[in-house]
């Protein structure tokens, strides 16, 4: 570990500033009410005795010990005072005045030699700054005291600041100008959803590539880094749920929870549509699970999938999960001939070819339907179709509502699953999509992550993070 930096504690956010808070820093932490302060000021403190064996003290103006008890404990979902006895130490100075003030800042500083303190959170120097009676008597205090006298005694410290909802300004505008950090949390709304963002506007001798993350309160604070998925070896084997005679599992448990606790039902049609700049892989890793689930129950899966992904990387990418011998058993890939590939690989089914033939898509659906009906029989069971936009409008630019339509109450008395596809370079078929289907998700890019939210039903927002640890290798987190 980097002895010059200070691991924060907050999940996430360490490997985003190069370790952590550069040691005896001044960090000012500051937001509007309700964004999160108090607990990663909390948090902080907490991971910092108990991983780092570094005691803290944390200097309350705004709220009683006793109400930072009970909401840390309940958010943290432990008894907080047995987790930080002997090791925390709250200072409780909710009624502070200007007459008393010189006698707190003594005690703050008696308590962090007293404790050998190198943690200290301040919440809020904008309650303390309120018993002074000129902006540059707090700045002194930050300057002088807190600032020289602190940074001796190698206690990095954080600074609280509230910031009032519809203003701008941190603070009384001077504790920036000190802090050899400053970070921002924001609490918003997107699409009437609630949405959270810490903005890492400065933080002294550290490289930042980028500032802003999302990060949720969760059980705890969290970061979520930018969105990535690597390959891992040995990947531990997928075990598909067990469906029901109405649902069929997603694969992925939090999903199942987003559905009404089983699955998608059965009959049911649904919509993924795609934000700008949201790549494959956030959609692989929603919809993969689900497609497994399928194959490994001995199920088919017919997919016209996206323009540019052929047969070969479908089959590399499913085949981790379930095997190459089932996925040449129970999936039909159509794709144009190509003939750098072996056509004859029982899992690709060839639509006509566009350089020989001219496109008829009344053929080429029925060439789909002879597949669908060809593997529903082979297996005897209900199949998962996945029917991506913008191959449909290249292979038909007849595909409208009423296609859809028709497609729709087809597969409502089938039981079949079906999903597509829609990316933003198609909205009129988009809106069709939404219209007409029985549920409608939308991926999104934010701040890097990529975030997953129902609009039929509506649900929350989830961040979706690659998980090598988990057998559908994937986790759905709420943004609360």
């Known amino acids: 570990m980097d002895e010059s930096r200070v691991p924060t504690g907050i999940d996430g956010l360490d490997d985003l500033i190069e370790g952590g808070i550069p040691r005896g820093s001044l960090v000012l932490l500051a937001g509007n009410p309700g964004t999160g302060k108090t607990v990663f000021g909390i948090q902080f403190l907490c991971k910092g005795a108990k991983d780092c064996g570094e005691n803290g003290i944390y200097v309350s103006f705004a709220e009683s010990e006793e109400t930072i008890m009970y909401n840390m404990s309940k958010l943290f979902g432990c008894d907080l005072r047995n987790e930080i006895s002997g090791k925390v130490k709250i200072l409780d100075f909710t009624t502070v005045t200007e007459k008393g003030l010189g006698t707190i800042l003594e005690m703050i500083l008696e308590k962090v030699t007293e404790l050998k303190a190198k943690r200290l959170v301040i919440d809020s120097f904008s309650a303390m700054a309120q018993a002074f009676k000129e902006p540059m008597e707090a700045r002194s205090v930050l300057h002088n005291i807190l600032g020289k006298l602190v940074r001796n005694l190698g206690c ?37 959803r609630l949405f959270r963002e810490i903005e890492i506007e400065k933080l002294r001798g550290t490289k930042l590539e980028r500032r802003n993350f999302l990060f949720t309160l969760d059980k705890s604070f969290r970061v979520f880094p930018p969105f990535s998925q690597k390959e891992v070896e040995d990947q531990e084997p997928f075990e598909p749920a067990r469906g029901t005679k109405t649902h069929y599992p997603s694969g992925i448990p939090e999903l199942d929870e987003i559905l009404g606790g089983q699955g998608y039902p059965r009959g049911c049609s649904v919509l993924f549509e795609l934000g700008e700049n949201v790549p494959v892989n956030a959609l692989n890793a929603i919809i993969n699970p689900t497609i497994s689930s399928f194959i490994m129950r001995n199920r088919g899966f017919i997919t016209v999938p996206t323009i540019g992904y052929g047969p070969e990387d479908i089959r590399k990418m499913i085949s981790s999960f379930t095997g190459e011998e089932k996925f040449d058993k129970f999936v039909r890939v159509l794709t144009f001939p190509n003939p750098l590939s072996d ?4 899992y690709i089914v060839p639509w006509k070819d566009p350089a020989v033939e001219e496109l008829d898509a009344i053929s080429n ?56 596809i829609s990316q933003p370079s198609i909205p009129e078929l988009t809106k069709v999509f939404a219209d007409i289907l029985s549920m409608h998700f939308k991926i999104e890019e934010k701040n890097g992550s990529m975030i997953l939210f129902g609009k039929k039903p509506k649900t929350i927002i989830y961040v979706i993070e690659p998980d090598a640890s988990r057998a559908c290798r994937v986790k759905l987190t709420p943004l609360i």
Do not use: C, Q, W
């Not at 509230?162 to 603070?171: A, M, N, S």
């Not at 056509?343 to 029982?346: A, D, E, F, Q, T």
């Open 343 to 346: 056509m004859n690989k029982p």
């Open 156 to 192: 990095t410290t954080i600074l609280i600041a509230e910031v009032p909802i519809g203003i701008e300004k941190i603070g009384i505008s001077v504790e920036e100008f000190v802090a050899d950090g400053v970070i921002i949390l924001r609490k918003g709304n997107h699409n009437g």
């Open 365 to 420: 659906f029925n060439r789909y339907m002879e597949a669908a009906f060809e593997l529903a029989s082979t297996t005897g069971k209900n199949t998962l179709h996945l029917l991506s936009g913008d191959n449909l409008v290249f292979l038909a630019e007849k595909f409208n509502s009423s296609v859809v339509g028709r497609s729709v109450i087809a597969n409502r008395l089938g039981k079949d699953l079906m999903i597509y």
